[in-house]
């Protein structure tokens, strides 16, 4: 470190000693003074930062003074600089003169640097302008003029060359169909605009642009408070970057809203450090202290040390560096010779982006300047603030409005003021009270929306008149004629202050007014008729199982009881005795007869039993193994019968929005014009375009209100669209309607009030105050579940338990106990109609008598014993029988 300063020093010594510092001259023509003050100094500066070892260069300027419309005076002082041998020239800061000034530059390759607004749209090669192009800053107050929704205005202007500055705006009239008048602000006799300002007023309009030279605009700020239009109606946009040089503090707390912009910052410290520089300069003897509050940087001064900082930077670097050797010459107006540097220095120039009091310094291939930011400032009862950001690329205007600073006094914005609260007749947010009296005024009025304003009148201490659009638009822009309709239009104009129903926010909407927080919470959903139960059938108690599952129970239930029958047959174990005391028996029986064997499985499948008992290990397995099948299979029966028997199956047409897009049975529709139209028209799912190209094939299916959309609902076979807290609403009070499918979307309602409105913040906070202690809550319950009407519904669907089964849930069972018991009896019938018939065969008697004697026998309720006739031979018949029975 100590090294490299010795070596430092002694070179410095050396090359001092060894070259005496070489002089550049620049040119500065001016005609204000406080900017030549600012360009020597920044000069003395740079000099002084740079000059060292490594430079040997001390700048020098010549300066003279030229008015801004003495061409000729210009032209004799650039003159007399080129043969001073200037290697570059500052000024003038006229659009007068630049023309000449910059064509003789452009021949004598001498750099030109100009810091004024220069309306032309070429630019020769030669030279750059910091100044930020009045054509590129129209844009910003034509962004400006659609954030704030204006369709009518007056431009203000002082000078036909500062018009173009806002020329944009006057193609709105053209592009737009807005109504943009043009004023001039003429002076009287006696130099005052009260009458250019008087005859503006007397239009009616209160929408300004003002237009005019920084000089002038603090006596037209003045004038027009004196004739009464510095009042909270009127808006006006300052067109001019140094609005915030001037004190406006008297119309802070007059509510007038005023926008302006700046590119300076005052608030930076090098700003700061420049500006009481400069004051030193101009004011030698104020005493500066840390609270200085004296002049403010004008936009051409932050200029004119920028411009000089970044030619000397560019010209350093570029010597030092070797890319250029500055071997000046005098030149001459009348000669055609010119210097080799000056290209090379502007393309330098031009290629730099260099941090400056303006913010960035970028310039395109024609020197104009690009990529600039703005900063937007209000006017509020803390003074000038910035309320946002506007980039010159991208033409976005970025607003802070949550991160502004907080009013000094919290309430000062809002109290003790009357507004018009608009809004729609829209239940439950604002009804007309149901009495017989005559009510006047905001009495008339009943609903959740009108119960948030009053909480918020009472904690801001503002009063309100609550006035009702009467077509019960709520506010739709439109694409064509690029108008709003509804109440956000009713905001615009002015004719409404805040506007509160279940007004949801949109993006659009946020292009044309300002919203507060969501005060609720909601998506789209389906309003539709309940779904239908099923009604029961005679058979339900088959219901458990489906077709196959029977019809796989049959089979198996056949194959087991054969397979019992062969393992039966099978199995040794199984041939028994039938007389257990003969010791030696001539034959063994099987208890496992086919008979018995579908008796066995239907006894097991029935959970019932029968009176047969495998004995072989193969037959317990075979019957263990279908006792199991059984226990599952009825348990699983009796579970889903129980299902089936209470629980109401219900037949929904669709269950959610896809199902509802692709059938073509059920209508559907949406509030024309509203919040859940405009979603599905924006909307780039496939579903929801295929939904919205529904809506717009058929208009008749769009409604003009919820009340229509409800009533089309229970009329008709219709699905309509609407926001969840609306449908909760009206579920319950239509019983028969419901939610189906989930929320399409998430959003909210907000309080709707002009663009930029100075009363957001406050609103905002004070609704979610009234969110934070569960307010908005308990109104919520008060008005959907307890008033008019509401938890109608809801008794019907909680008292639900177990319904008692009614005979069409059972009457199957009935009728399988009828056919079985008729058939039963008729079975008994014929088997016994054989049997006589087998005998009076046998015996050969009449089958006619046996049959009527033995049909006597049964209806004759009261005998109980059966008496056998045997003839004599017929004992051994019987036996015979009876043994042939048995074996088989
Ligand atoms: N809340 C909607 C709006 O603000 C109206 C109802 C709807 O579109 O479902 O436009």
Not at 461 to 481: A, V
Not at 588 to 598: D, G, K, T, Y
Request: net charge negative; glycine share 6%.
């Amino acid at each position: 470190m100590l090294f490299k300063f010795i070596v430092t020093f002694f070179l410095f010594i050396f090359l001092k000693s060894s070259n005496e510092l070489q002089e550049l001259k620049i040119g500065g023509l001016f005609s204000d003074p406080i900017e030549k003050i600012a360009y020597q100094r920044t000069l003395k500066l740079m000099n002084e930062e740079y000059i060292g070892p490594f430079f040997q260069y001390n700048v020098t300027s010549h300066c003279f003074n030229v008015s801004d419309t003495n061409t000729f005076k210009a032209y004799i002082d650039t003159c007399n600089l080129l043969e001073k041998g200037i290697i570059g020239l500052f000024g003038p800061s006229s659009s007068y003169s630049s023309s000449y000034i910059q064509s003789i530059c452009d021949r004598k390759e001498i750099p030109h640097v100009e810091i004024h607004s220069d309306p032309k749209l070429d630019r020769r090669y030669c030279s750059v302008n910091l100044h930020p192009h009045p054509t590129v800053l129209a844009n910003v107050y034509l962004d400006l003029v659609k954030a704030f929704g204006w369709h009518k205005m007056i431009i203000l202007y002082e000078k036909y060359e500062s018009l173009s500055s806002i020329s944009n705006l006057l193609e709105l009239n053209v592009s737009h169909q807005k109504n943009v008048l043009i004023r001039k602000l003429e002076t009287d006799i006696n130099g005052s605009y009260h009458i250019s300002l008087m005859n503006a007023k007397k239009t009616g309009e209160t929408n300004f642009i003002i237009e005019c030279s920084i000089n002038v605009l603090d006596s037209v700020l003045k004038q027009a408070q004196q004739v009464g239009m510095m009042t909270d109606n009127y808006h006006f946009i300052i067109a001019n970057l140094d609005m915030h040089t001037i004190d406006i503090s008297p119309y802070q707390y007059a509510g007038t809203n005023i926008t302006g912009l700046r590119i300076v910052n005052p608030n930076s410290p090098d700003v700061i450090r420049h500006t009481k520089e400069i004051q030193k300069l101009i004011i030698p003897s104020t005493n500066f202290n840390e609270n200085f509050q004296g002049i403010k940087l004008r936009l051409r001064t932050a200029l004119t040390i920028d411009s000089v900082r970044l030619f000397y930077e560019t010209v350093h670097d570029l010597l030092s560096a070797g890319i250029i050797n500055l071997n000046t010459q005098p030149m001459y107006c009348n000669t055609t010779d010119s210097w080799h540097n000056g290209y090379t220095i502007i393309n330098y120039m031009k290629r730099r982006v260099f941090d400056g009091l303006t913010g960035e310094l970028r310039f395109d291939y024609e020197g104009f300047r690009r990529d600039f930011k703005l900063d937007i400032m209000e006017l509020s009862v803390e003074g000038l603030i910035k309320i946002g950001d506007w980039n010159s690329t991208s033409r976005q205007i970025v607003t802070k409005h949550l991160n502004r600073a907080e009013p000094l006094l919290t309430e000062r914005n809002l109290f003790n003021k009357t507004f018009f609260i608009i809004t729609c007749l829209t239940a439950p947010y604002a009804m007309l009270k149901e009495t017989t009296t005559q009510l006047i005024g905001n009495d008339r009025f009943e609903g959740f929306g009108i119960d948030v304003i009053d909480k918020l009148s009472k904690l801001l201490g503002f009063n309100y008149t609550i006035i009702i659009q009467p077509d019960g638009q709520y506010g739709n822009f439109n694409r064509t004629s690029n108008e709003w309709n509804g109440m956000i239009k009713e905001i615009i104009e002015d004719r409404a202050d805040f506007g509160i129903v279940d007004l949801t926010i949109t993006s659009e909407r946020e292009n044309g007014v300002d919203f507060t927080m969501p005060f609720m919470n909601l998506g789209i959903c389906i309003l539709y008729r309940k779904p239908e139960p099923v009604p029961p059938s005679l058979f339900m108690f088959a219901s458990p199982f489906s077709l196959s599952v029977w019809l796989m129970l049959g089979v198996a239930y056949f194959l087991v009881s054969f397979a019992i029958f062969v393992i039966g047959r099978l199995s040794p174990s199984e041939w028994v005795n039938p007389y257990p005391c003969v010791e030696e028996p001539e034959f063994l029986i099987n208890q496992f007869s086919i008979r018995n064997c579908l008796w066995f499985t239907v006894g097991a499948l029935m959970q019932q039993g029968s009176e047969l008992e495998p004995k072989s290990i193969s037959t317990r397995t075979a019957s263990g193994v279908w006792w199991f099948f059984t226990l599952i299979m009825v348990s699983s029966y009796t579970a889903n019968l129980a299902a089936f028997l209470t629980v109401e199956t219900l037949v929904t047409s669709f269950k959610n929005i896809e199902e509802l897009s692709r059938q073509t049975e059920i209508k559907y529709g949406a509030k024309r014009d509203g919040a859940t139209a405009n979603f599905f028209r924006d909307s780039n799912i496939s579903t929801y375009q295929k939904i919205w190209r529904h809506m717009a094939l058929h208009p008749e299916d769009m409604v003009n209100s919820n009340d229509e959309g409800v009533a089309k609902v229970e009329k008709e076979n219709y699905a309509y669209l609407m926001e969840s807290t609306s449908i909760e609403y009206e579920t319950e009070r239509h019983c028969s309607l419901a939610q189906v499918g989930n929320l399409l979307d998430d959003k909210g309602y907000g309080i709707a009030m002009k663009k930029f409105s100075e009363y957001r913040n406050e609103m905002s906070r004070e609704v979610l105050k009234l969110q934070e202690t569960g307010e908005l809550s308990q109104l919520k319950i008060k008005w959907w579940k307890e008033k008019r009407g509401g938890g109608k519904c809801a008794s019907k669907s909680e008292g639900g338990d177990a319904t008692p089964l009614d005979l069409k849930n059972v009457g199957g069972v009935f009728l399988v106990l009828f056919v079985g018991s008729i058939m039963g009896l008729i079975g008994s019938f014929l088997e016994m109609a054989y049997q006589v018939w087998q005998e009076c065969k046998e015996k050969k008697r009449c089958f006619k008598e046996d049959l009527i004697r033995n049909l006597k026998f049964v209806v004759h309720f009261k005998q109980n014993i059966k008496e056998l006739s045997y003839d004599d031979d017929d004992n051994e018949v019987s036996e015979a029988n009876l043994l042939e029975s048995i074996k088989s």
